[in-house]
């Protein structure tokens, strides 16, 4: 925990009063953590205005916590949230997860709120509704370095567009699919697995957002309660290509870092064939029968360092 339980109770107390100056008070000093989250398999959701959630981020398991401050989040209870947010990430302790803002549109307050967020150093801030390179421009623009852009891919303009909304700043992409489908003017009922339309949209944000150099993070599962439809779900979407999915509850984190994280079998494999190539590739053969795993090339190799790669 952040803080002890009295003064969580005193927080709370002051979101729902609205005591600004008490809030103002507890905020830190807090320098970027530099800090790069690498193959994230759960991205969790937390309340900004729910102090009890917040105190619990240095607890969770999850290798991405999303401090959200859009929806969910009442529209006068915003700018206490975002106090709230910048209390608890000024004074999280090192070994927090990787700590994303989710503002409101740039637009409708997001602006300013980069503006205070950009004093207590975020590892990065997800701007929503996104439709087109302008908001990464004005991003990059007003968000401090050496805070990451991450962005929800929620709108037509966003998903037509992803693959021009490259930028070194921009690292992740996660997709809204209930509100995709909301302005897509598609009904949400086809969301479920093997739909074709659900089954096009995940494969495109997938491959697009990979051209783009980004992390494409999974869609949620709404149901948070039912933990083996979400199972399902995460085993479907890794099957797809994905490397992680959104959680909105911590049971459905233990899951996802599970099912996303590479199999004791697949981590052998992946090692074999890279000690194999290397030493094969010495004698300067990278073409090759094996007996384990049959024909052996450049582009298996690729593939055993990119499962490498995923290991904690």
């Known amino acids: 925990m952040i803080f002890p339980r009295e003064r969580i109770e005193e927080i709370q107390q002051a979101i729902e009063r609205?005591?600004?100056?008490f809030l103002s008070s507890l905020i830190g000093e807090?320098?970027?953590?530099?800090r790069r989250v690498i193959n994230p398999r759960s991205a969790l959701m937390v309340s900004a205005h729910r102090a009890r959630h917040l105190n619990k981020l240095d607890e969770l398991e999850a290798d991405i916590a999303i401090i959200n401050l859009e929806d969910g989040v009442a529209p006068e209870l915003k700018r206490?949230?975002?106090?709230?947010?910048?209390?608890?990430?000024?004074?999280?302790?090192?070994?927090?997860?990787f700590l994303v803002v989710r503002?409101?549109?740039?637009?409708?307050g997001g602006r300013e709120e980069i503006e205070l967020l950009n004093s207590v150093y975020?590892?990065?801030?997800?701007?929503?509704?996104?439709?087109?390179?302008?908001?990464?421009?004005?991003?990059?623009?007003?968000?401090?370095?050496?805070?990451?852009l991450h962005i929800s891919v929620e709108t037509r303009g966003a998903l037509e567009n992803l693959i021009s909304l490259r930028s070194p700043r921009l690292?992740?992409?996660?997709?809204?699919?209930?509100?995709?489908?909301?302005?897509?003017?598609?009904?949400?009922?086809?969301?479920?697995?093997?739909?074709?339309?659900?089954?096009?949209l995940l494969a495109r944000f997938l491959v697009e957002g990979k051209i783009a150099g980004l992390t494409p993070i999974a869609p949620t599962y709404q149901e948070y309660r039912d933990l083996d439809g979400f199972r399902?779900?995460?085993r479907y979407q890794r099957e797809m290509g994905y490397g992680g999915v959104g959680c909105i509850s911590p049971d459905q984190v233990e899951i996802a870092n599970r099912i996303f994280g590479p199999t004791k079998e697949e981590l052998e494999r992946a090692?074999?064939?890279?000690?194999?190539?290397?030493?094969?590739?010495?004698?300067?053969?990278t073409g090759f029968s094996d007996e384990r795993y049959g024909f052996i090339d450049e582009p298996i190799y690729r593939d055993a360092l990119n499962t490498l790669a995923k290991q904690d």
């Open 30 to 34: 807090r320098r970027p953590r530099g």
């Open 80 to 97: 206490r949230a975002l106090y709230a947010a910048m209390v608890f990430i000024s004074n999280a302790p090192q070994e927090t997860p």
């Open 171 to 200: 690292t992740t992409a996660y997709l809204g699919i209930l509100d995709l489908l909301s302005d897509l003017k598609i009904p949400q009922r086809v969301l479920k697995i093997s739909n074709p339309t659900i089954d096009h």
């Open 103 to 108: 503002i409101n549109p740039l637009q409708e």
């Open 271 to 285: 090692l074999y064939i890279k000690e194999r190539f290397e030493a094969m590739a010495a004698q300067g053969v």
């Open 122 to 148: 975020p590892d990065a801030i997800r701007i929503p509704k996104v439709r087109g390179r302008g908001e990464i421009e004005e991003g990059e623009r007003i968000v401090a370095e050496p805070i990451e």
């Open 18 to 21: 609205g005591d600004i100056g």
């Open 232 to 234: 399902d779900w995460c």
